[in-house]
């Protein structure tokens, strides 16, 4: 009984280490990096980040290995050991598809 609680500290602990990919925030990435660019590159820049993005998250979501629970209690979610954290990549590629997304309406480009 005495190693129930260190156990169930460690668990809490490592459940919070990762992020699934739907719920990592956009980082801010100014729109103003594709104000040159033609809408047909534009939107080959979209369709290659929007392909990044989705390898990332994936990454992202195979790093979470299941639900861990104790006693019916969900204690969130363990990541894979030796897993890496795609959270800053995922964040900054989401950034840069919005922001590719505002010089396309800027521009007045078909979507």
């Given at each position: 009984m005495r190693m129930t609680a260190p156990i169930l500290a460690l668990a809490v602990l490592a459940a919070g280490c990762t992020q699934r990919?739907?719920?990592?925030?956009?980082m801010p990435v100014s729109p103003s990096e594709y104000e040159g660019a033609s809408c047909s590159q534009l939107s080959e820049l979209m369709q290659t980040e929007k392909a990044k993005l989705k390898d990332l998250s994936r990454l992202q979501d195979e790093e979470i290995v299941g639900?861990?629970?104790v006693m019916g209690a969900n204690l969130g979610a363990v990541a894979a050991d030796g897993a890496g954290n795609q959270e800053n990549a995922i964040a900054y590629a989401k950034g840069k598809v919005n922001a590719i997304d505002i010089a396309m309406r800027r521009q007045?480009?078909?979507m």
């Open positions: 990919s739907d719920t990592i925030g956009a639900d861990f629970r007045g480009c078909a």
